[in-house]
């Protein structure tokens, strides 16, 4: 399975960008996994920051709710994060996640996932 993510970059407080995943070379179909994004700043832990399963059931981290919007479209393989209201502590890479498990399991832990993308720098500052 490969992920390539895209749309990182610098921008302000309050600003907003879209983070894009593109996802090939699965041997399910996709609209049965289940994908999200994580993120991790240098010497942290990956966090959970949203996910949506086969259902379109989402979870979003306290931290991003009101802020964060993540779609799936299942006839382009994609998987996007719209990021509104950027704040600082937003600043971190970014990872596109799947698993061919379409739903269930604890959404915000790593090894939810098995597959992870290189990951998109978002940096957010003044």
């Known amino acids: 399975v490969q992920m390539v993510e895209s749309g990182g970059g610098s921008v302000q407080p309050g600003g907003s960008l879209t983070l894009s995943c593109v996802v090939s070379?699965?041997?399910?179909?996709?609209?049965?996994?289940?994908v999200g994004w994580f993120r991790q700043v240098p010497g942290g832990e990956r966090e959970g920051v949203a996910t949506i399963d086969s259902r379109r059931t989402t979870n979003y981290a306290d931290s991003v709710k009101g802020r964060f919007t993540i779609s799936r479209d299942n006839e382009e393989n994609t998987l996007s994060l719209q990021m509104d209201n950027l704040k600082v502590e937003d600043t971190a890479k970014y990872y596109c996640v799947e698993d061919h498990r379409p739903y269930g399991g604890t959404w915000y832990l790593p090894t939810r996932f098995t597959y992870w993308g290189r990951g998109t720098q978002v940096t957010v500052s003044a």
């Open positions: 070379g699965f041997k399910w179909w996709f609209d049965s996994a289940c």
